[in-house]
């Protein structure tokens, strides 16, 4: 199995499915149990920013989106890791890491590879989103201006992208006194020094054009690949996701991210998913980092999906 672990404000790499001690943390419960665990870093991150022929200094190594981790990067990873182990996988995913995954089984990418896939926070609409600088970038096409002023990388620890989180603080309404809990949403149980070694090390750079696709996923309402003006860009219909794949999804009632509303909305193109491959988990006071931090996420999630799992034949 793998894990991936992606943010809708910029990205993170592996590093954050260990912050918390081994007895916490849901590779080494896997491990544990008998899995054998990959960790996928997403491109642009601290470990996977090499190119055959493109340098991160270059404008040319960003031009990419969402889109590119569906059509090459989940193709790439499964088909290493199947090579490797020559058996089936079983994913897990987390916010984008969900979203990608989504959009791949809607074209029927990876399921012949797969044996099952946990989806924790899910991605797949933004419409009812309630991190307010995530509305606010979107509403305002930062990502569009970013790439039109010549900054093709989206970092969120470079200078740029703190000037525009200063500047998208001063909007009414919007309390940045902790950005992490203003763009998660109000997480239960991440203790305060799990988060003081997130920070140290994440979010990580993503691409701008990767944000901008984000954006318009949040401005549009639909699951549509990049919009580069004029045809209406070709829709991920999840309808198309083959019913009898197994899934696991679980949900949080506080996450600002994968807003409540807008997970019942991908349940809704799930509605004839076999009902016996399909397990949903609502967790009412879950916000999107207890997934990977929550000191208590043994309990409420992980023994869950390592059931999951173990169900699989």
Known sequence: MFLTEYEDMGTQDGRAWL????????PMILADNGFDVWIVNARGTTYSRKHISLDPSKPAYWNWCWD???TYDLPAIFNYVSKQTGQKINYVGHSLGTLIALASFTEGKLVNQLKSA???GP?????????????LAAKAFIGEIMINTGMPEFDPKGLPVIELIKFLCLAPGVDCGDVFTAITGDNCCVNA??????????????????????SQTARSGVLAKFDNGGISPPIYNLSNIPHNLPLFISYGGEDALSDVDDVKNLLDHLKLHDAD?????FIKDYAHADYVMGMNAKDKVYNDVTAFFNRQF
């Open 19 to 26: 912050l918390n001690s081994p007895e916490q943390n849901l």
């Open 68 to 70: 590119d981790m569906v």
């Open 118 to 120: 946990a989806l924790l």
């Open 123 to 135: 991605v797949a609409y933004l419409s009812h989103m309630k991190t307010v600088l995530g509305v």
């Open 193 to 214: 020094s799990t988060v003081n070694r997130f920070m140290m090390h994440e979010p990580q750079p993503t691409s701008t054009k990767n944000m901008v696709h984000l």
């Open 277 to 281: 491959k399909l397990s949903v988990q």
